[in-house]
């Protein structure tokens, strides 16, 4: 039994942590982000998915799937959660 959120469920792979704070990722070309609670960024993504449905025809097949190698130096995106996490990860390794 699930008791942190009453909020609807998402793919868990939507969420990315980082130091910065938790991003909701999105298909569109900001993401969500950063917050410094997990269910802040599931109730952003909540308005942001009401504010965007039947603006978008997508492929059903165009879906986020788990771990995606991701350069930050070719992002389209203006506020990404894969970027902010790739930096991250970088700034860990330059460090150790
Ligand atoms: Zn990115």
Redesign the pocket.
Known sequence: MRTDTAGPQFDPARFVHTPFGWYALTREPS?LGPFPTKSQASNALVDHIRLHKGLNRRNPEDRYSGFTV???EN???NN?????E?LAFAGFQAIA
């Open positions: 993401d991701h350069d930050p992002c389209a995106k990404c959660g894969r970027c902010a790739a």
